[in-house]
């Protein structure tokens, strides 16, 4: 085979692996409706329709999300005829109940290629995006505005990233000390019993990630969902805080219990940073909880 043919064949191969490459980078995102939405806003946009959901100063719009991913909220404030020059906004967002942030928009100008479907009056704005890092595990993302006008809509793409395999292993807490022991699928699982008087507390040494499942301890009785709140505190300081739901477990039981019922696992994943921390973990409601707590096998040198 001539050298020529060996270099073209070589190229080929190269540039087909490239465009593989560029292919499978290209991620794709989802398009969130959020709970609760009120309503849609249409946009024309280059002829094609793009659906946004207003924002409201009195009602809260929730977004449930399963991490990790990149979350983009692209905003557009109404801009109606007559406006001043000086039209702004404010988002107030909050990530799993956490400490309530505000994404501030300033001189926002018409959009020139957009227009609202069906609705002659004011012109959309400019599009202003906000984006978050969302973790693993599931999370919730509540949006309201900061003033009643302008009239505000978002729209919401989440494109997911790819989760590595992670080999967790548990650890013991401080406190407290005598584990539950609950069956399930031929399988016996150490659970610790926590509540808000008696938090579950622990030291861990970082940087590394917590996988924290937590199980509600049902009546035999009792059915239908239960709404909990969680928290993570580090020294009497709020590290973040859930809002979790569970109902009862179908497989696993109480190996020595038969009054109550175990609910099915909900898992919170959050970072841990440099250095050694002491965390409580405890239930914000009159419930109590069994607890485990899980690291990576890979970070099993920083355990305490």
Same mark, same amino acid.
């Given at each position: 085979?001539?050298?020529?043919?060996?270099w +073209?064949?070589?190229?080929?191969?190269?540039?087909?692996?490239?465009?593989?490459s560029?292919?499978?980078?290209?991620?794709?995102? +989802?398009?969130?409706?959020?709970?609760?939405?009120g309503? *849609?806003? &249409?946009?024309?946009?280059?002829?094609?329709?793009? #659906?946004?959901?207003?924002?409201s100063?009195?009602?809260t719009?929730r977004? *449930?999300?399963?991490?990790?991913?990149?979350? %983009?909220?692209l #905003?557009?404030?109404?801009v109606?005829?007559?406006?001043?020059?000086? +039209?702004?906004?404010?988002v107030?967002?909050?990530?799993?109940?956490?400490?309530?942030?505000?994404?501030?928009?300033?001189?926002?100008?018409r959009?020139?290629?957009?227009?609202?479907?069906?609705?002659?009056?004011?012109?959309?704005?400019?599009?202003?995006?906000?984006?978050?890092?969302?973790?693993?595990?599931?999370?919730? &993302?509540?949006l #309201?505005? =900061?003033?009643?006008?302008?009239?505000?809509?978002?729209?919401y793409?989440?494109?997911?990233?790819?989760?590595?395999?992670?080999?967790?292993?548990a650890?013991?807490?401080?406190?407290?000390?005598?584990?539950?022991?609950?069956?399930?699928?031929?399988?016996?699982?150490?659970?610790?019993?926590?509540s808000?008087?008696?938090?579950?507390?622990?030291?861990?040494?970082?940087?590394?990630?917590?996988?924290?499942?937590? %199980?509600?301890?049902?009546?035999?009785?009792?059915?239908?969902?239960?709404?909990y709140?969680? =928290?993570?505190? *580090?020294?009497? =300081? +709020?590290?973040q805080?859930? =809002?979790?739901?569970?109902?009862?477990?179908?497989?696993?039981?109480?190996?020595?219990?038969?009054?109550?019922?175990p609910?099915?696992?909900?898992?919170?994943?959050?970072?841990?940073?440099k250095?050694?921390?002491?965390?409580e973990?405890?239930?914000?409601?009159?419930?109590?909880?069994?607890g485990?707590?899980l690291?990576?096998?890979?970070?099993?040198?920083l355990e305490?």
């Amino acid at each position: 085979m001539k050298a020529t043919t060996i270099w +073209v064949l070589v190229f080929l191969i190269i540039t087909a692996l490239s465009a593989d490459s560029s292919f499978s980078a290209k991620k794709k995102h +989802v398009v969130l409706k959020p709970k609760q939405a009120g309503g *849609e806003v &249409v946009i024309v946009l280059g002829g094609k329709n793009r #659906t946004y959901y207003p924002l409201s100063a009195e009602h809260t719009s929730r977004l *449930e999300i399963k991490g990790p991913g990149t979350l %983009r909220i692209l #905003t557009r404030a109404r801009v109606d005829e007559g406006s001043s020059d000086d +039209v702004r906004y404010g988002v107030f967002y909050k990530i799993d109940g956490s400490a309530r942030q505000t994404f501030e928009v300033e001189d926002v100008e018409r959009a020139p290629d957009a227009s609202y479907k069906g609705d002659a009056s004011g012109t959309p704005g400019e599009t202003e995006e906000l984006i978050l890092n969302i973790n693993k595990g599931k999370h919730t &993302v509540d949006l #309201t505005l =900061q003033h009643p006008l302008p009239k505000v809509a978002a729209r919401y793409l989440f494109t997911p990233h790819s989760l590595k395999k992670t080999k967790w292993v548990a650890m013991s807490p401080l406190a407290p000390l005598e584990p539950v022991d609950l069956h399930e699928s031929e399988t016996t699982l150490h659970c610790f019993r926590f509540s808000k008087e008696k938090p579950l507390r622990f030291e861990i040494i970082g940087p590394t990630e917590l996988k924290i499942r937590t %199980r509600v301890e049902n009546s035999f009785a009792m059915k239908g969902r239960v709404i909990y709140r969680l =928290q993570i505190r *580090e020294r009497d =300081q +709020v590290v973040q805080s859930f =809002q979790l739901s569970s109902k009862r477990s179908e497989t696993a039981t109480y190996r020595d219990n038969t009054k109550l019922v175990p609910g099915k696992p909900r898992e919170i994943v959050f970072k841990v940073p440099k250095g050694k921390h002491f965390y409580e973990i405890l239930p914000l409601d009159h419930h109590t909880l069994l607890g485990q707590i899980l690291f990576p096998h890979k970070d099993a040198k920083l355990e305490l």
